[in-house]
């Protein structure tokens, strides 16, 4: 067939970044010209066809000719091993965030997770950190760096939406944060979210957006509910509450190691691609910048306390990949140029963060040794003494010359002073 003028070519052409439905029940995800074939013979490649609910993997790509058969995917019985291990991916990081805002709700009152909003200044820096700076230097380096731009707004894409609820995990495991602090900011964030993500997508791929509700609905379902559940517990069976909660730590923590087990299984294939790419460099370059960005916040406004610095790093390195998922699937069609950077961010967002956390969870769980006073040593603390009494007796001065005598300290013996 030959084309004629200024139309020559193959109008497949147009069809890239769209599905073709063939049938009811066989859709390709047309993503670039073939090739394989000279200029004036173009065809189609599909890097993903479903048929009956089956699909090929990204690097199984099924060529398309004009008047050719449709292809079709080889599918087993039932479900298959990828579609399992996602699903287990999806539940454990639910059972997980879950499980850990319910513990949460069950420790704290409404008064002391609504407290930390009292600090507007702080609240209000890290609106602005994690809905406009990091996004905009995330894009900034995924640019310089010399990752193919084909690549870029993918990868920009899954780090968009701030405040994941995986960062409550990461402040509980590094022990060393303000739990009701990074609650009531993942909050905050992701109502934030409902306008910055939509303006940001639509920078990043003309067109791209996500409707209010898929925000709303994971604040409510992941965050809200459970919190609210816990809260009610707390209140009404406080005493369930105190037993129930270090078994729901235990129960998240087992989660969070069958979500990354799965995670990583399901997606290899999507990783090892990303090898040679710059991608996984870049993503692990934009989680450090988030990550030390995270710090200022705590650090300008309330640099007395380690305990802030941890949970707003912790709150800022967590990227709401989730967010750029859902754009890329629903009206980017799952496009694997989109898919796969993405993907490759959100594993590396999640792993690297919780590393991180709970290694600053196991220094803070190893506290150093008190020094031991010898027996007859000078300089503790009398008690038993009036409160305008001097507390101490220097052991710089020899002992006759304190009045009264000084009273040494043996192991196990709580010095006094008698009435008299």
């Known amino acids: 067939m030959a084309s004629i003028g200024e139309d020559a070519g193959f109008v497949e052409n147009g069809w890239i970044g769209r599905t073709a439905s063939i049938g009811n029940s066989v859709r390709l995800a047309i993503t670039e010209p073939c090739p394989h074939l000279h200029p004036g013979k173009v065809g189609c490649v599909a890097s993903r066809v479903t048929r009956d609910g089956g699909c090929l993997l990204t690097d199984q790509r099924a060529m398309v000719m004009p008047g050719a058969a449709a292809p079709t995917a080889e599918r087993r019985n039932g479900v298959t091993a990828q579609q399992l291990l996602t699903a287990l991916f999806n539940a454990g990081i639910a059972v997980s965030i879950g499980a850990t805002v319910l513990s949460l709700g069950m420790t704290y009152t409404v008064g002391q997770l609504v407290a930390p909003l009292h600090r507007v200044m702080l609240v209000i820096a890290m609106v602005v950190l994690n809905a406009g700076v990091i996004p905009a230097l995330a894009w900034g380096i995924a640019e310089i760096t010399p990752m193919n731009s084909k690549y870029v707004p993918g990868l920009v894409l899954a780090t968009l939406g701030a405040g994941s609820a995986a960062s409550l995990k990461a402040a509980q495991l590094a022990k060393r944060a303000d739990l009701p602090l990074a609650v009531s900011v993942v909050v905050v964030l992701q109502l934030v979210n409902i306008v910055a993500v939509p303006l940001w997508a639509g920078q990043v791929v003309t067109g791209a957006s996500i409707s209010a509700w898929s925000i709303v609905k994971s604040l409510l379902l992941v965050v809200l509910l459970p919190l609210v559940a816990g809260l009610v517990i707390r ?17 998240a923590n087992l989660a969070l190691v069958v979500a990354l087990a799965t995670g990583i299984s399901a997606n290899w294939s999507t990783i090892v691609s990303m090898f040679g790419s710059w991608v996984i460099v870049t993503a692990i370059i934009i989680v450090i910048v988030a990550a030390v960005l995270g710090l200022l916040p705590g650090l300008l406004l309330d640099g007395k306390s380690a305990e802030i610095r941890t949970t707003t ?81 220097p052991s710089a001065l020899p002992t006759e010359l304190l009045d009264p005598p000084a009273i040494p300290v043996w192991p196990g013996v709580r010095p006094g002073v008698s009435d008299g």
């Open 235 to 251: 209140a009404r069976y406080a005493d369930h509450a105190k037993n129930w909660q270090p078994e729901l730590v235990k129960a």
């Open 313 to 393: 790093g912790m709150v800022s390195v967590f990227r709401f990949a989730s967010l750029g998922l859902i754009i890329i699937g629903a009206q980017l069609h799952g496009n694997p140029v989109y898919l796969g950077p993405a993907i490759t961010f959100a594993l590396v967002d999640f792993i690297v963060p919780l590393a991180l956390a709970v290694e600053i969870g196991h220094r803070a769980g190893t506290p150093e040794p008190a020094p031991e006073l010898a027996p007859g040593a000078l300089g503790a603390p009398l008690i038993g003494l009036e409160e305008d009494a001097c507390a101490l007796i």
